[in-house]
């Protein structure tokens, strides 16, 4: 049984990233893998036992009200320590950094579990995004952006894939990855147009390597999308 | 092109010709501005009709809510008549300051277009900004929905009315403080700043048929609208106040509300190819979650048009707030430009679909049943549901 644990969705969800949740369920029931999902609201104590932690994207207050909340708790940071997976969208994914701007542009603490600082781009970044993944992914990231971050990836980070098409970490970078955590700016939801990376996430919950299954409607969409940015 | 496409063109020109066309032409007759996430077409048109019972009235009738589609309607109408005007969120600061309303009614705020609105939070922002000193004006206001009660409590003057609330999920956190806003029953408020539901004036019950106001004096208004759900009641009871702001019989209002059948096509019934359907404007989750209640009962087949322009909002991943999960039981035909889009989100709710570029061609591979319908409902994203208009008024 995996132990999918829903990290503040109503604070963190603004822009369909809850998809996640439901992808992460679908891929495991394909896979055949158990999953119980232990939704987390604002306020509430996070488990720290989980398997695997998805936080969404969100507006700026709510980022600086989950990051406090989360730093708070700790629970987060202890459990990526000893290795539980953690996945995160936008605000979600700015805020496992060492620091992320608030509502003012004031640089506010992250979680510090990921080796990334952001700070703001001249011009929000709203459109599709597409990137060339990189090891242990081998299909063509896509997505929609919609944020103003500019996040700086320090050495003990690697980028999830070099951007073809869109902004994503403004340097001609896309997400970030670290031992069992993966930030990114792609909503879309992310793991329902890339369904290679929650079978990445899930493989990680279970200790061993999921082969991929695919799935028609879902090649058919990155198909289309990816004709639309690239061609 | 369509009519509203060419307001939008003719608008363009004006301003051009005349920058402060807006402010020239609105000069002291603008009665109520209207706007809203959810609603703001239907409302503006039963403040209109309300409204003429003070005499002449002039409106949009396209939906043109931007500053083309006012300047096209200033300068188009009667140049006595009084105006009722419906404005998009982003475009209202700039309208309400050349147009100097008497009334404006806010009606609620939740995700939409989200591509060109920025988020909830920055719109109620720039609400705010813009009534801070609106001496001139009285606002009507949603007191379910904590963001525009947030933009709209230190306005001179605003009157409180309790229309309700459907979808949250865009105001689960205080704007002043950034804490997760507690629920109880019809009220709501901040347990770290205090923040919280105004005590309204004017309240709606809604009876699971009709509406019925009640103001401050204890006297009620029954609203037996032919506009159907307790959505199209919110509506009216913020239009039924607004009129009162005006100096207008509320009675009256509401006699006159209840003559409005159909507003800029939604509910319509049309034909299109070989299909009879009724047309569902679905254009964001809010929208979405009171529809569902709209539809006929599973296993009645639906079509489900999803298209991403511009006035669709270019990013369609708030499908992905939409309960879909409501619609199992039954087979959904997804198409419009983002059938694909559609086709995932349906996969991973559970629903039974098929992908079909026209399901008006003959011979398309419909769902069983869905011909034999006297009526399918269809519901359409913003420029999904115009297409399907125009293409029924040609036929």
Redesign the interface.
Known sequence: MITLVSIYPTLLGTYGDGGNVMALKHRAELQGLDVEVVTVESGEAVPESGDLYVMGGGEDSAQTAASNALRAGGAVKRAAERGAAVFAICAGYQLLGEYFPDATSTPTPGLGILDVRTDRLPKRAVGELAATARDPLDQVLTGYENHAGATHLGPDATPLGMVKAGIGNGDGSEGALSGHIVGTYLHGPCLARNPQIADLLLGWAVGRELPFIEEPEVTALREERLRTVLD | MGRGEGMVIGGRVIMRLSPNAIRDLARGRVAALVSATNGKTSTTRLLATAVEQAGPVISQHTGANMTSGVVVTLATGDPDATAVLEVDEAYLPQIFQATAPRVILLGNLS?DQ??RMN????VARRWREMLIGAEQTTVVANADDPSIVWAARHAPHVIWVAAGQVWT??S??C?DC???LRRDGDEWGCPQCGFARPTPEWTLEWTGEHGIVQGPDGATYDLHLQLPGRFNAANGALALVATVALGLDPGESARRMATVQSVSGRYAVVRVGELTIRLLLAKNPAGWTELVDVMPPAPTPVIVTINSNAADG??P?????VPFERLRGRTVVATGDRR??L???L???GVDHV?IEDPYAPGAPLPDGMRDLDVVDCAATYTAFHRLRTTAEQQ
């Open positions: 995700r989200l591509d988020e909830v939070a920055m999920a865009d689960a956190v704007l950034g804490a997760l270019r990013d991943s708030w499908l992905w707030d694909r889009d086709a995932v989100r996969l991973h709710a992908v």
